[in-house]
Each structure stands twice: as C-alpha cells, then as structure tokens.
C-alpha cells in the first residue's frame, strides 16, 4: 500500500477502465431495442484506448514432495489445511467437462460429509472441515482439505485429514454414500427449475456476471438439471471413485498450519514439527470406511391430532389466525411468489425475559449448544443421516421474547420440518457430546473476538444496550463451561409447556394444509400454552450521556467509533417511517462530513432501531472505521451533526435525495 500514490492509481484507471475491458449487463424489464438505443447514446462516443489485463506468466512449481509452513499470529484461530495442486483445466466449457466437474464435486462433497460425521462426534476437537476444488486467481487448480482445532491441537487435525483423504482414495465411497449426495444435489436443481420464473432481475445479473467472468456459456436451470440427471445421475460408482482419486491420489502437499503463538515453556509449532507429523500420519495403514446404519426418524406423531378454532383473518395481509385446544396459535398465509417454498416461524415462551438475570448464562449455554445435545433418540449425525438430501435443519435460538426458530423449506418438507421443531423442543438430548462441541465452538468466538474493532463491539454490544443484564452479556467461558446442558432443561419444558407457542407459514402452502400440519405437530401436544408477552416491556431502558471504551487486539491503529442517540420506541408506525428519512438524511450529511470534508474514515455508516417490545426503547447509531487519533474528532462530528438536525432541520434538496431511493425500493 505504501507504493500506491495518485499517479499510479490514476493510471491503473486509464490503461484498464476501458471499453475493450468493459461487460455491460442489464437484466430487468426492459424493452431490447429502446436499451440498446440507451446503451449507444451512453457509451457511444467512449474510445478510450487502454491496454489488456496481462496474464499470469510466472511457472508455477508443482511439489513433488510435502512442503510446510507455519504461520504463527496472536490472533489466529488454529487451523490446517492440505492443498494438492494441478495445472488447470483450460478446455473450453461443454456439457462434457461440467459432466466431470460435477463428478468431482459430488465426491468431494462425499467426503465433506464423512469429515462432518466426524466434527460432530469429535466433543468439539475438530470443527469446520472443508473439502473443496477451485481455480486460484486463473494460474493453478487446487484440490484443498482444511479444518480447525482447538489451540495447540493441530496434529489431530492433520491426522483425521490425511488418514480420511487416504481411507477414501484407497477404497473409494459406497453407493449409499454417492447417492447421498446425487440425491441432495439432485432435489437442489430441481428446487432451482422450479423456481426459474421466480428468479429477480438481479439473480439473472449476477449469473451472467460469473458466467463471463469465468467462460461459462449460460444456460437455464431447466438445462443444468437435465444434465445432471442425464451425465452425472446415470454414471457408475467407479466413475466417482476414479475421478476422486485422479485430483487427491499420488499428489504431494502443501501443508499450512496457522495457530497463535505458544506462551511460557511452550514451543510453537515449526514447518519441520508439521512434516514430522505429516510422514508418522501417512506411514499408517488405513482401514475402509464402515458408514453409520441409516435410522428412521422417531417423531412421527405427538398425540391426537389437534382442532383448531378459526379466529380472524386481518385485514391487511390477510393472515388467518387459527387457535388449538392445547393453547397453541398458528397464523397462515398463502402466496404465490415463489413456488417451491414455504416460511415457517415457530415461537415458544419467553426467550431471554423468561429466564431470571441468575440464569443469564444459559442464553449463551443453549444457542451454543441446545441443537448440539441432539434428540433423546437421536444425535445429530443420526438426522444428518436420516434427512439428508433434504432441506430440513434445527435452527433453534433464543431471542428476547421466544425460543425461535426460522426456516424455508420446499412445501413437501413442511411437516417434517414441523416434526423435528416439535421434536427438539419436547424431546431434546442434552448430550455431553453436545455441551463439549458447544464449548469448544465458544472458545473460537472468545478467542477470536478481540480480532477487529467491530467484533469487540459487538461482544460487549450486550452489556452496553441492556445495563449490564447478565441475560445478554457473555458470560466467562468457565462459568458456560461449568453448566451441564441438562440445566436448559426446567426453562424449556416451560417454555413449551406453558407457552406461549405460536406457528407461523406462509408461501406456497393451503390454508387447511398448515391446519393439518400443525394439527399433527404443535397442535397435538398435551400442553397448556398461555397467552402473549404483555407489550411493550418497561425493564429494560438505554442509558444516555455515557461513554465506554474497549480495546482490541488487531491492528494497532484500527478503531471504531459509535455514537449513539436515543430515540422513541416503535409504537407509532408514522415516526418509525420519520425516523428512517432522517437517518438516511443523517447517511448523507456523515458521508459528507467524515468522509468527503475531513477524510477521517472512509465508510462511515448510520443505523436505527426502535423496538416494539420494550417501551421507549429506541436508538439512532452512527459507526464510522476510523484512526485511533481521529476518534475524538469523530465523536464530536456526530454531536455536531444531531445538534444541527434538531436546531436547523432538513433542506428540500435533503429530503428528495432520502425520500427518493426508499419510494422507489
């Protein structure tokens, strides 16, 4: 960076900014004859001559045996990874090189999946595997394995990679493995063809923006499926076997070991130390893979089928609103707009204001890990297995006011959707397993959150905006450490039991099918759901006129500097639509103050929120990305600016330049 001035950049602009390098794309509702006549009177008279983008003509050198390196940073997460280079594949695109990259693609995702078996049962030691085969920047082809490890746990790592490439290349997958993931890939491009006519403008934009940017020839979704089904469906086993062992087999790696550096009479790791491992991991013998005995889910049914009261349909949206026997509300509403998909809500009790501030540690504990514990006939690579394929998941979190849970799912996955929410929120596992994967994942967030300015804040974002309420700060990892999961266990029998629970569907689903639905699920639960959350809450208030600072360990000089102005709740719809104007007038008089007069930052940024739970509760939050030395001076503009918009108003020039973007959005 300290080479770039204004000279070279400006050149840099004049040689490559031109119309030979130039992919015009528009994409929308437009009339082909008028746009072209639009394009012509625009760029017509552009003929500025550059110069080509030059190519890459370095040689790169292929190892021919294993290589090493250690990165060591105060704040790097551990991580290993395990690149096996080839030169790249510059035939041009055609149904028969798609055919063999998708081979590729689905065993390689094969054996995503045997790495994922393993991070699950591992109590957290392994976490984050990736297997994947990509371009680097147009000059080599890499095959690349990577996972991360708790700190100083590196060598695990590496053994499970290597032993696992080795285990697959040596004795190739199984069918059922294989078809697993046609299966998935399969129902994904079929989802996309259905949903072809759905597609925004923009989706077809950024398309074709890959499309050149990479010499693909595009074409429909229609398309991609038949070939799928036709070149890669229709193939042998061996076929994926042998185009797997072509791209991992008989190459040598480059290993990159990346952890923080070891403290006291600890020796950090070396390039040598990593070899070391790597030779005594390959020297052992490797057995086949024995895959885990597919199970049939167990939560079928909940009890009798529910009845359910039909309450009202509003009339704005028109949302039915229907009520079950056991207490439990379901709101639907069809639509149209996209044709394989249904949104599902599910809410149960009182979320954070549910637990006491003495219980503040379990919020971290079950987002962390609640979903980790699995089912008590299940963990959760048995429904990895038994749902593969298939775009049913466990999204379960604490929110202030709910235990939610948010999907989209195609509409012949709704009611097994259902049955897995029901299930995890009736019958959950509190696995050991679960709470060791939960806290190792935590002490990656811990570890890594000093890194940036913006993490920092938003770490103690919790603390600053509830005073402190230990529902919504984090709490010391020792303290999450130190709770079985089991304790989640009187908080979510309550929440379910005592409610309030309400399911909500919308897409492309009938009224009497989400009728049915929940009827089976929610609706069958021998429960007694009370009524709603009284609103809005008082308890929690923001506390102006104070200042906070806290530090972080990346960049020496990188800081960020928040301000933030109260302002009213979200009760009065009219003032929320008020305070969004002046927020993005707010957005052009940042930009023009920090960015354009003075330069202290370069992406100053404005945000707002005004609650509808929590009475007066509402604040306006300018962010800019500043210098350490600059952030007084930063601060005291954002005063400046809000004293000027309450004593001088807006202009009319103002108003338009806001009001406008958000009309036409």
């Not at 639905?517 to 709603?532: E, P």
Request: charged share 20%; hydrophobic share 35%.
């Amino acid at each position: 960076m300290k080479m770039v001035d204004k000279q070279r950049l400006t050149d840099f602009y004049r040689h490559y900014y031109t119309p030979e390098n130039t992919t015009l794309i528009i994409a929308g509702d437009v009339d082909v004859q008028q746009t072209f006549a639009m394009v012509e009177k625009q760029f017509g008279d552009w003929h500025a001559k550059g110069k080509q983008p030059e190519a890459y003509s370095k040689q790169v050198t292929l190892p021919n045996h294993p290589e090493a390196r250690v990165f060591l940073d105060p704040n790097a997460t551990t991580t290993v990874e395990l690149n096996f280079l080839e030169p790249i594949d510059r035939a041009p695109d055609s149904k028969l090189k798609r055919s063999q990259e998708l081979t590729l693609y689905i065993a390689n995702q094969a054996l995503q999946y045997r790495l994922e078996t393993q991070s699950y049962a591992s109590e957290g030691k392994l976490l984050s595997p990736y297997v994947g085969s990509y371009n680097q920047f147009d000059v080599i082809a890499i095959n690349q394995l990577s996972m991360t490890t708790p700190q100083g746990q590196w060598q695990e790592g590496l053994q499970v990679l290597d032993q696992s490439l080795r285990q697959a290349a040596q004795y190739g997958f199984t069918e059922q493995e294989i078809k697993r993931q046609l299966d998935k890939y399969h129902n994904l491009l079929k989802l996309d063809a259905e949903a072809e006519d759905d597609t925004y403008s923009a989706d077809y934009a950024e398309r074709l923006v890959s499309d050149v940017n990479n010499s693909m020839v595009t074409t429909s979704r229609a398309f991609d499926l038949s070939l799928f089904e036709q070149d890669v469906m229709s193939q042998d086993i061996d076929v994926f076997n042998r185009a797997f062992q072509q791209h991992w087999q008989g190459k040598a790696p480059r290993i990159y070991v990346t952890e923080r550096p070891s403290t006291g009479q600890a020796k950090s790791a070396t390039s040598q130390d990593v070899l070391e491992t790597y030779q005594i991991a390959s020297a052992k013998q490797v057995s086949p893979y024995i895959p885990q005995k597919q199970a049939e889910f167990a939560y079928q049914s909940f009890g009798k089928e529910g009845t359910a009261e039909k309450l009202e349909t509003t009339n704005f949206g028109g949302v039915t609103r229907y009520r079950f026997e056991n207490g439990v509300y379901l709101n639907v509403k069809p639509t149209d707009y996209e044709s394989n998909a249904v949104y599902i809500s599910v809410r149960a009790g009182k979320g954070k204001l549910g637990l006491t501030p003495e219980e503040g540690a379990f919020a971290t504990l079950f987002d962390a890990g609640f979903v980790a514990g699995g089912l008590e006939a299940h963990d959760i690579n048995d429904l990895r297995s038994i749902f593969s394929g298939r775009q049913i998941n466990a999204n379960i979190y604490l929110t202030d006011d709910a235990i939610e849970s948010q999907y989209r799912v195609p509409p012949q996955d709704v009611l097994d959707q259902l049955r897995v929410t029901a299930a995890f929120l009736t019958h959950p596992g509190y696995r050991a397993s679960g709470h060791a994967f939960a806290i190792e994942h935590l002490k990656s967030i811990y570890d890594s959150y000093p890194t940036t300015p913006e993490r920092v804040l938003g770490f103690n974002s919790g603390e600053l905006m509830y005073q402190g309420d230990p529902r919504w700060v984090y709490p010391s990892i020792e303290s999450v450490e130190a709770l079985p999961l089991t304790v989640l266990q009187p908080f979510v029998e309550r929440s379910i039991n005592k409610g309030p629970v309400e399911v909500s569907l919308m897409g492309n689903i009938s009224e009497q099918q989400a009728v049915d639905y929940v009827a089976q699920t929610f609706g069958a639960l021998d429960i007694k759901a009370q009524a709603f959350i009284d609103r809005p809450v008082t308890e929690i208030k923001l506390q102006p006129n104070k200042s906070y600072t806290f530090y972080h360990h990346g960049e020496p000089n990188t800081a960020l500097a928040s301000g933030y102005f109260t302002l009213p709740d979200g009760s009065n719809y009219r003032d929320v639509v008020g305070f969004a104007i002046l927020r993005s007038i707010l957005q052009i008089r940042v930009n023009d103050a920090i960015r354009e007069s003075t330069g202290k930052a370069y992406s100053p940024w404005v945000d707002s929120s005004q609650s509808l739970l929590y009475k007066d509760y509402g604040y306006l939050n300018l962010n800019s990305n500043t210098t350490i030395e600059n952030v007084d001076v930063v601060l005291n503009i954002y005063k400046q600016l809000v004293k000027d918009l309450q004593e001088k108003g807006v202009t009319q020039d103002e108003l338009v330049r806001a009001v406008t973007p958000m009309t036409d959005a």
